[in-house]
């Protein structure tokens, strides 16, 4: 099986990019905000939230998506 592990360096100390595709994993100026728009509202979560509901997500990732995730339903 071929290796999962993903190489990236940082760039400004602060924002993962991939080494292969020299592509930054969130927008620079503010990937929460980005994360909220194109992640939570542009599938409606907000107002799914509701015991039981469940999320499925292929790839994790820097975890940004599930963080903001987590801090919108609590």
Known sequence: MKSQQTE?????????????????????????????????????????FKPGFQIGELGFGTGLNFLTTVLCWD
Do not use: C, I, K, Q
């Open 8 to 48: 990236l360096t940082w760039r400004e100390g602060r924002v993962p990019v991939s080494t292969r595709f020299d592509d930054p994993y969130f927008n620079l100026d503010n990937g929460l905000a980005e994360t909220r728009h194109v992640f939570l509202n542009g599938n409606g979560l907000p107002d799914r």
